[in-house]
């Protein structure tokens, strides 16, 4: 049975910041059989349909050199499509956010 290697629909874009591409080249350095599987580009017309998920995460420790500290926090606004994460968005505050998504008060 074949792996199956989800990729987004930009299978072309081969660069550090795709994680999926070093795992396929991984995967071919080793001789691993695997079934590439695109995922869909949504048509705009189905954004109603979105669901959005909001998460905050707190990131904490020190610059490597400099031993400099590090506190930073940032809230996520990810646009889910049929169980995939067709979009995400980063923002400084929560605040930020709930206003990015029309529910701040």
């Known amino acids: 049975m074949a792996i199956k290697l989800h990729r987004c629909a930009f299978t072309f874009i081969h660069s550090d910041k795709d994680h999926c591409y070093p795992v396929q ?17 949504l048509p705009r017309s189905r954004r109603k349909e979105a669901e959005r998920l909001l998460a905050s995460a707190r990131q904490r420790g020190r610059g490597k050199a ?8 940032a809230t996520f ?27 701040a008060e």
């Open 77 to 103: 606004v990810f646009t889910v499509r049929e169980g995939l994460i067709a979009r995400w968005q980063m923002f400084s505050s929560e605040e930020q956010a709930l206003k990015a998504v029309g529910l």
């Open 25 to 41: 080249n991984a995967l071919d350095e080793q001789n691993i059989n695997y079934e590439v599987v695109k995922q869909p580009l």
């Open 66 to 73: 400099s031993g400099a500290p590090m506190d930073a926090e």
